[in-house]
């Protein structure tokens, strides 16, 4: 089992920056993915970034040029650096993680995911 602890949300004017973090229990899996998806309300759960355990990451479009995914094995934790905000960025962002075998063409698909941190509250305004 795996346990997910996201933290730095906030309130940021448009433009800003924040810095994610999601803290994991250690597992045993060689073969595993992590990321980060986010949910405007109104709005389906989106995938944001996600890594596998080979290092391959997928970024989604929205997120591309402005936010960079990050690691610290000895830690158990990643990172996600968002700059250049904007509005349609805000919402509840989640970390989540599966173990075993990730399809790489699946790593933004939220229902692929197993295990999901409570969330931290990203808003983000004009």
């Known amino acids: 089992q795996v346990q997910l602890m996201e933290s730095g949300g906030g309130s940021v004017q448009a433009g800003g920056s924040l810095r994610l973090s999601c803290a994991a229990s250690?597992?045993?899996?060689?073969?595993?993915?992590m990321g980060w998806f986010r949910q405007a309300p109104g709005k389906e759960r989106e995938g944001v970034v996600s890594?596998?355990?080979?290092?391959?990451?997928r970024y989604a479009d929205a997120a591309k040029g402005r936010f960079t995914l990050s690691q610290d094995n000895a830690k158990n934790t990643l990172y996600l650096q968002m700059n250049s905000l904007k509005p349609e960025d805000s919402g509840m962002y989640y970390c989540a993680a599966a173990l075993g075998f990730c399809s790489r063409a699946r790593l933004l698909y939220w229902s692929y995911m197993d295990y999901w941190g409570k969330g931290t509250l990203v808003t983000i305004s004009s």
């Open positions: 250690r597992f045993t899996s060689d073969t595993w993915c």
């Open positions: 890594i596998d355990s080979d290092g391959f990451t």
